[in-house]
Nanobody, 124 residues
Framework: QVQLVESGGGLVQAGGSLRLSCAAS????????MGWFRQAPGKEREFVAA????????YYADSVKGRFTISRDNAKNTVYLQMNSLKPEDTAVYYC?????????????????WGQGTQVTVSS
């Protein structure tokens, strides 16, 4: 099991940028695929991005491709989500998750550990 804590959320205007961080505890962090998901009010949680255990491969939802970048620093047990050109529809609670899965996995049930989430609000 990996314990995850997100940070970096906040309020930003449309077109702006934010960088989310997810700090993980545990010596086995580097073994896990890491993912970011989000849940908007009244909607189901959805996949945003994932990165392989080594950091060499990434996968994105179509809605964020070209605007968001996922990265990780295994020496710091941290995964990041750089979000640029933010839109009001990006407003959601953002969660990081870990799993012993392929980096192209988008189904949340395959990710075993979750953070508590961080709120991102994009104003128009």
């Amino acid at each position: 099991q990996v314990q995850l804590v997100e940070s970096g959320g906040g309020l930003v205007q449309a077109g702006g940028s934010l960088r989310l961080s997810c700090a993980a505890s545990g010596r086995t962090f580097s073994r896990y695929t890491m993912g970011w998901f989000r849940q908007a009010p009244g909607k189901e949680r959805e996949f945003v991005a994932a990165i392989s255990w080594r950091g060499s491969s990434t996968y994105y939802a179509d809605s964020v491709k070209g605007r968001f970048t996922i990265s990780r620093d295994n020496a710091k047990n941290t995964v990041y989500l750089q979000m640029n050109s933010l839109k009001p529809e990006d407003t959601a609670v953002y969660y990081c998750a870990s799993g012993l899965v392929d980096f192209r996995t988008t189904q949340e049930e395959y990710f075993g550990s979750w953070g508590q989430g961080t709120q991102v609000t994009v104003s128009s």
